[in-house]
């Protein structure tokens, strides 16, 4: 059902906020863990349990100096961060999280966007985003960020091919690219994470290459002196990267959650009873599923 555009602006503004804070949260709980595997508290100077951390460290990335390399192509230095973290939001616009509501007089989609091809969408999305690293290390005009987007490019292009092929047998079981499709599919068989337990692992390894997380952190060169495509920027730009990393990797668990745990479905038990209309079930659960057969209980 069509909605308002204003409902799918609305939604896309506090589906953003959301994002942001959960990269925010996502940045502290690491942290804590990291200092307790080094066995250290980790941060636990701003706010209770250190919570404000993830704000204190936004007011001093904004206040810090916005310097660049006098060398630098100075328009595709400033767009390359904001290439990555376009991309990296935009992606989850297709991502289904509810089943509708109805608000008053306005019906409102579980998702920002119902697109036919959602998955290529998400994909295509990653593969630009490549780019704002490879813009990015280029256009600084230092030969340590031009070796280190070269290494980003390589890893991440690379993966991806295993990343789209995880996903194949979703696809084929799904019968269709779109995510809600997808989701209702295994509401009404089964999560595909049953028979499609190696693509879930590829996709799971792949999934942490694409997003640069330990031990695929080559990109980033944490353990050499410069860090990589991003080595030449600082202060909310060097802010920006990172939060495209964050946002893709929340991006990547929820997808992986829609392809291959039913994501927002909720299965009724054995005892769920359901409706029959013309052309779906209405279960006890809420949910709606195709019918299968004449018998009106499932």
Known sequence: MR??????????GVIVNLIMLAFAYTTWLERKLLGRMQNRFGPNRAGPYGLLQPFADLIKLVRKESFFPVAARHPLYIAAPIISMFTALAAFAVIPFGAGWQIWHYH??????????????????????VYGAIIGGWASQSKFSLLGSMRTCAQLVSYEVSLALSVLGVVLMGQSLNLVDIVNKQGATIWFFIPQLAGLLVFFFAMIAETSRPPFDLPEADTELVAGYHTEYGGMRWGLFQTAEYI????????AVTLFFAGRTRRSGPSGSCSRSSSSCRCSSGSE??????????
């Open 3 to 12: 909605e308002p555009w204003w409902i799918s602006l609305i939604k896309a």
């Open 108 to 129: 409102v989609n579980g998702e920002i966007a119902n697109v036919s091809i959602a998955l290529i969408l998400i994909f295509a999305l990653g593969s630009i985003g």
């Open 248 to 255: 893709n990797l929340i991006t990547l668990s929820a997808l």
């Open 289 to 298: 599923r195709p019918c299968h057969g004449s018998a009106t209980t499932s």
